[in-house]
Structures are given as structure tokens and as C-alpha cells.
């Protein structure tokens, strides 16, 4: 046993500051959470009068009821839609996360088509492709409950138009993995968007409202004068028995979710079913409820990440590799509920010491097959002269290189700082880990605001010494605050996570869960064999 002896002085004033600030996060996070599921709802009589179900109740109705289900980038688009901060509806009008359907792991997304119709918002088209990457990333079943007006022809972007092919793309892949789509159209899927549905394996249509063709009434007439409605058009009574489109035919929205929930049962996949053994392993020692005070607000302080681990690892036991070379980075071995895990964090900047001790330790971990945790919390690789001649670059490379190359599921968590080369090095979302998550308090940026500001200040004050020309220093503290606003506005969690730069905000407390949900989606997909996957239904 290497348990870690708790620091934490949950009485002080430090603690209790941290604490404050951490819970004042999590409230404004969870009030645009529900801002979204409240816009939404809000079209509840105009569904419910024409015999529709919310996209939410959709969802409920379609999960295991007592299921786990981890909800996804809930705060993606947020002051993109509008740039008013209290009237921004985050989510990207999708809804999308990972749960079990029939006692199947699999990843769900939904239009919520409550919100504009289920139309495009900014960034939904990243959010969806997300979706779908983790689907095909982690070997799972993709589940899709589809109603939406399509793109926004108002905020029309070529851009757009082009990328969102990735989405048709994908369902493609999915099912040439062997990985099954099952879609319920429940409403409108038309011009591209009724690939959504075509590219699907197993389709359920909705009498009377699902609704799929290339082009819609006022596009037909426009294009060619022909005139037909639209359940001559591409109805769920001509799909399901003249075109063949469509495979089941519902009644309604719960006939259509029944359907899909059998779908599901029919198919020979793992039913392990949700959760480990509890027998098999010790919870921390130590209360999550501490977590709230752990993290200064300040990213400038000093703080033990070996507190956090205390907090989230089995028995709180830990055990740490080489804890005097290179101190400031911490690496060693875990468990999660009983899963094996290796973590790597930060109690300061990373230096030439600390990165060849993490280098060896990932190339460990891909030995031994074991899963990687970065906790991010570093405001970057160090700087100096005599860092630069002890190899700073060199080592920081080879960390960067063990972290791309890396073999076994990697698993990000911004908790403090992630600045500079050090959100590379500790495998932030440009390196594409299996998943990635951010506290409420993270910050990431290339640097500080004040640093970068102070940086741009000297390079003005020598260019003007070049040209012999005076500095005017109102000019100058004019650009230096602009630049700190400039960096400051795009650091936070509201910011970065607005951007798709992350999978979502997590409650610190919910770190152990969340880190138990996706441990074990990784090993179900590393333990998932070709031949498990064989029985993908081809629609060619």
C-alpha cells in the first residue's frame, strides 16, 4: 500500500475560498444547462398537441431507465448563437452522450428539435462529428433520433456545407466497423440531411410525420414545376412500403422508441451491463466533497496534485515512480474502480527532468497495456537559460512524441492550468485523447494574459528604441489591456468548452464517476474483437 497521507485543511480559510469559488462555477455552469433543456421545453405544447414527444423525453424513453448516461459538451456554442450572454442557449441544439439501450453501451445523439427547429447552430456540425468520432473510436453502437430543419440557410457558410460531409461520412464508417446505426426519424430529414437517415442500418419512420426527401415541396416546384405534398414526397407510409427506405413503421414517437429499443435487444452484442464489482475494489479514503476546496482559483498558486488522486483512486492508494527526479512532475500507477490506470500530473511547470521521467513512464504504460490519465495543471514546459542548455526542447519533444505515439486510451482532465507546450505534452485535445474533460476552474491558453501582454509591450518598446522613436505609454497600456482581455476572454471553461475544445464540464466530484464510465468503455472497445462485429447490416 502507498496510500496518500491527506494535506487538506477543509477548516481553513484557503480551503474554504477555494471551495466557494468552485461551487459559484459549477451553479453558473449548471444554469446554462438548464437554459438549454428549458428553451427547449418550451415548445412542449406545440409537440405534445401534434402528438410528439420533446427530443428530451426522446432520449429519456429510449435509455435503460436507472442507466448511467454521460451527457456530452453540453456547453459547446455557447455566446455563438448570441453574443448576449443571458440569452445564449448552449448545446448546439444537439443532444448527445453515451448510455445503454437494452442493456447495450452504446453513444446517443439527438436533434433537439425544440430549439430552432432542430436547425444547424454554431458548432453543432463539430459536435455531432465528435459524437461520431467517439462512437468509432471506443467500438460502440450509434443510436440517432432524428428531426431537424437542416442548415440555417441565414447564417449560411460554404464551409459548413463542405465539413458536413464528415457526418455522412462517419455513419458510413460506423457501419462498415461493423458498428450498428439505428435511427428513429421523427420528423423532418431532408436535402442532405436525409442521408442521415439513407445511411443508416436499421430505420424506423413515424406515420405522419417523419418526413425525408433531396427537396421539399417549394424546392421541387422551384427546380422542376412539379407539385406534390409532402407525404407524397418522402412520407413514412410511401418510404416503408413503395421506396423502401424506411424498415419499421410506428405509430408515434413511443411506438417508434419501443421499435428501436427492440432493434437493439435483437442484436448479438456484449450485455455486461453497467457498473464494475464493487467487490473488487475500495473507494478513496478521503471525501470528493473536498475536491470543491483543492484548486485555488488562482492558477499561480501552488497546489499537491496528489490530493486530487487521493480523491479519485481506489483506497487512496498510489503508487508514485521516481518522486525525486524531476518532483514537480508526479507519474504513477492507480486504480478506478478496480481498473488499472496510470496518471501523469503537475505540481509546477514541466522541466527536463520531469519530461524524460513522463516519456518513460507512457512508454511503461504502453508496455504493461495499462490506460493513461493526464490531470492537467501546468502552466507549461520552463524557460531559461539553463533549462535551454539542459535540453528543455529535446525532452519536452520526446514527451510530445511519447505522448502522439502513445498505444493504449489516453484521458484528459483540465483541473487548474494547461498553458503553452504543456497542454501538448500533457495530450490536450489537439492530440486527440480518447476522452477529455475540464473543472470548472481550468484555464487554457498559450500563455497568460499578462504575459502575453508584458511580451508584446517589450517587443514595441525595442522596436521603437530601433527607430529611435519615443514610447507612448498610453498607446502602450491601451494594447496591453487589449491583449489581456483578449486572452482572458478565451481561457475560461466558458470559452474553451463553447469551442468543442473539450467533451464537456465536469462537477470535480464527479470525476471518480466519470473516470469509472469511460475506463471501462475503453477496455470493452480494447477487448472487442473484429469477429464481435461482424453482423453490421449492408444497405448497398
Not at 455566446?79 to 452504446?106: E, H, L, Q, W
Not at 414545376?225 to 410506428?250: K, N, P, Q
Amino acid at each position: 500500500m502507498a496510500v496518500i497521507e491527506s494535506t487538506v485543511a477543509p477548516g481553513s480559510e484557503g480551503f474554504k475560498a477555494n471551495r466557494d469559488g468552485m461551487l459559484a462555477l459549477i451553479e453558473r455552469v449548471r444554469m446554462l444547462e438548464a437554459r438549454a433543456r428549458t428553451a427547449s421545453a418550451a415548445s412542449a405544447e406545440r409537440f405534445h398537441k401534434r402528438g410528439q414527444l420533446l427530443p428530451r423525453e426522446r432520449v429519456a424513453l429510449v435509455l435503460d431507465p436507472g442507466a448511467p448516461f454521460l451527457e456530452l459538451s453540453t456547453l459547446a456554442g455557447y455566446m455563438f448563437d448570441t453574443s448576449n450572454a443571458d440569452k445564449s442557449v448552449p448545446g448546439c441544439g444537439v443532444i448527445g452522450g453515451i448510455g445503454y439501450v437494452a442493456g447495450i453501451r452504446c453513444v446517443i445523439s439527438a436533434n433537439d428539435s425544440g430549439i430552432d427547429a432542430g436547425a444547424l447552430q454554431p458548432y453543432g456540425l463539430d459536435k455531432s462529428i465528435r459524437i461520431q468520432e467517439l462512437a468509432l473510436e471506443n467500438k460502440l453502437p450509434f443510436v440517432q433520433l432524428v428531426e431537424s430543419a437542416g442548415a440555417n440557410l441565414l447564417r449560411y457558410r460554404v464551409e459548413d456545407f463542405v465539413r458536413g460531409g464528415n457526418i455522412f461520412r462517419n455513419l458510413a464508417r460506423l457501419s462498415a466497423a461493423g458498428l450498428p446505426v439505428v435511427t428513429v426519424t421523427h420528423g423532418s430529414s431532408t436535402a442532405g440531411g436525409a442521408y442521415q437517415t439513407g445511411l443508416s442500418d436499421y430505420i424506423v419512420m413515424v406515420r405522419g410525420r417523419t418526413r425525408a426527401f433531396l427537396a421539399g415541396p417549394p424546392l421541387l416546384k422551384a427546380a422542376t414545376g412539379e407539385i406534390a405534398t409532402e407525404e407524397e414526397l418522402g412520407g413514412a407510409e410511401m418510404h416503408t412500403s413503395i421506396s423502401g427506405l424506411g424498415d419499421y413503421l410506428a405509430e408515434d414517437d413511443r411506438d417508434a422508441l419501443r421499435i428501436a429499443r427492440d432493434i437493439m435487444a435483437g442484436l448479438p452484442w456484449d450485455r455486461s451491463g453497467p457498473g464494475p464489482d464493487p467487490a473488487n475494489y475500495h473507494p478513496p479514503l478521503y471525501d470528493a466533497e473536498e475536491l470543491l476546496g483543492i484548486m485555488p482559483m488562482d492558477h499561480k498558486r501552488p497546489v499537491d496534485m496528489r490530493q486530487v488522486i487521493a480523491r479519485i483512486v481506489d483506497d487512496s492508494d498510489f503508487t508514485e515512480m521516481s518522486p525525486n527526479y524531476g518532483p514537480a512532475t508526479v507519474v504513477g500507477h492507480a486504480k478506478i474502480v478496480g481498473q488499472p490506470i496510470g496518471i501523469i500530473t503537475n505540481n509546477g511547470p514541466l522541466d527536463p527532468a520531469g519530461a524524460n521521467k513522463a516519456t518513460h513512464f507512457i512508454q511503461a504504460c504502453c508496455q504493461s497495456r495499462t490506460p493513461i490519465l493526464y490531470l492537467n495543471n501546468t502552466t507549461g514546459y520552463i524557460v531559461g537559460r539553463a533549462y535551454e542548455e539542459a535540453g528543455m526542447i529535446k525532452h519536452g519533444s520526446k514527451m510530445i512524441q511519447a505522448v502522439t505515439s502513445a498505444s493504449v486510451p489516453q484521458i484528459t482532465i483540465y483541473c487548474g492550468a494547461s498553458f503553452g507546450a504543456g497542454n501538448y505534452g500533457m495530450c490536450g485535445r489537439g492530440f486527440h485523447p480518447r476522452f477529455c474533460f475540464s473543472w470548472p476552474n481550468a484555464k487554457t491558453a498559450v500563455m497568460g494574459g499578462e504575459q502575453a501582454a508584458e511580451t508584446m509591450a517589450i517587443v514595441a518598446e525595442a522596436g521603437a528604441a530601433r527607430k529611435g522613436a519615443p514610447v507612448d505609454r498610453e498607446k502602450l497600456d491601451q494594447m496591453k489591456a487589449g491583449i489581456t482581455a483578449v486572452f482572458n476572454g478565451q481561457m475560461d471553461v466558458f470559452a474553451t468548452s463553447a469551442r468543442m475544445l473539450d467533451d464537456g464540464v465536469i462537477d470535480p466530484r464527479d470525476t471518480r464517476a466519470v473516470l469509472a464510465e469511460v475506463l471501462a468503455i475503453c477496455s470493452e472497445s480494447e477487448a472487442r474483437t473484429p469477429q464481435q462485429m461482424q453482423f453490421a447490416v449492408s444497405r448497398a
